[in-house]
């Protein structure tokens, strides 16, 4: 099967609720669920983002595609971890210097996200959970790993007696098939111009120097270069 699975199918019947930040990758993962769920909600996570633009940007995108969006109180991963996502006095560094994970690691935060989000989709009759987790460039994180999703899946039927399904699009993509995917959803523009990637607030294409903009910047070249060669060919 084509790994992207940016077609477009028959709508599925059911209900899915997407673990939604207003990032490119999230986003991305909004779209998809509305190609293939009857109904989709979102929910958000607040825990001490550094920006509340983030969460602005996140309910925009949500009322614009007519999305029900759920915003979750989680500030108490504030307490458990200094990083600079959650601790406006820590500044972010690039991991790359550093060799290890990026400081904006919160120990075990999709952990937290997920089972959160679970009890919110059984709450709200939804039996798919849509995370954009991805292992391709994990960057460290243990809870971004696959066999963590299919185990916690596991966990999260047997404590809530469910039959709940974690589908992760992004898996195994990297950043330019991810931008790939965004196009086949005929969510590309939209993914580019509306989402918030940036460390430092800054939507779209954002600073163009920290970390994720970088990583951003690096994937959409390459699709942009390739999709151009491809325009190129057919003419
Ligand atoms: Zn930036």
Redesign the pocket.
Known sequence: MDKLEGGSLDKRKGKAVVVFSGGQDSTTCLFWALQRYEEVEAVTFRYGQRHALELECAASIAAELGVRHHVLDMSLLGQLAPSSLTRSDVAVADASEEGGLPNTFVPGRNLLFLSFAAVLAQGVGARTIVTGVCETDFSGYPDCRNIFIQSLNVSLNLAMDETFVIETPLMWLDKEQTWELADRLGAFDFVRERTL??????PAD?????????L?RAGLDKYLARRGAQVEARA
């Open positions: 990637t940036c460390y430092n607030g800054i954002g600073c163009g120097e920290c970390p994720a903009c970088k951003r």
